[in-house]
């Protein structure tokens, strides 16, 4: 158990409806991850947020958004969507989200299901 | 940009056989190197990291060596076990200079199968 945790695990949805997904870090965390894990694609990075502020943006669409919340829990809000936005979507977080090889923590991940 | 490849698989060995998996990456920088495994139905795990060339990083029997001239990071075990079946991810971090970092890139992942 990393200590990170996602909800909900699993996720099934229509084309062209909005979904939020949860992450909550580790205890003392201050920086959150989110990645795409799909078949075609790999695993992505999304974007990250550290204490509340966007710090990093990899390959995430413009219908996604996310945040993180005073109390360092984040949301990922996937709208409009697609059956290719069927994925893992993993969140991860770290303590200071600095790199130099600081360890980022996974959480079990949300699977969603675009039909 | 920056990439990481990585043999896909599936890999399928002995018990107690020798295990490599190749890395090799792309960067515009000197990055922190990762083996990440990802047992079936579960998030990732850090299995072992390096942070500079020349340095090894070791956990539960495996190792892998950052090696600058050949751009590798190659995941290495002596005998691998039953237990040892999972994906790995070899992935790589580069820092800003001024501070901060980019999110993980990942290679494609190896599956590896131990058969008893």
């Known amino acids: ?115 | 940009g920056n990439s990481v490849t990585q043999m896909e698989g599936p890999v399928t060995l002995s018990e107690e056989a020798f295990l490599t998996i190749n890395c090799t990456y792309t960067a515009t920088g000197y990055p922190s190197l990762f083996w990440y495994v990802q047992y079936p139905g579960e998030g990732l795990q850090l299995l072992l990291k390096a942070t500079k060339a020349d340095d090894k990083g070791s956990n539960k029997g495996f190792e892998a060596t950052y090696r600058k001239e050949t751009t590798s990071f190659h995941l290495e075990k002596g005998s691998v076990q039953v237990s040892d079946s999972a994906v790995y991810f070899c992935a790589l971090e580069l820092m800003y200079s001024g501070g901060g970092a980019d999110g993980l890139t990942f290679g494609k992942g190896t599956h590896l199968i131990i058969q008893p």
């Open chain 1, 1 to 115: 158990d990393s200590g990170v945790t996602q909800t909900p695990k699993h996720l099934i949805t229509a084309t062209g409806q909005r979904v939020t997904l949860r992450c909550s870090p580790r205890s003392g965390d201050l920086s959150v991850y989110w990645y795409q894990q799909s078949l075609d694609q790999g695993l992505q990075f999304l974007i990250q947020y550290y204490n509340g502020e966007e710090r990093a943006k990899g390959n995430i669409l413009e219908r996604f958004s996310a945040q993180q919340f005073p109390d360092l829990h984040s949301e990922l809000n996937l709208s409009s969507l697609e059956l290719g936005d069927s994925a893992l979507y993993f969140c991860a977080s770290s303590v200071q989200g600095v790199g130099v090889g600081e360890t980022q923590y996974f959480g079990p991940g949300t699977r969603l299901l675009v039909l």
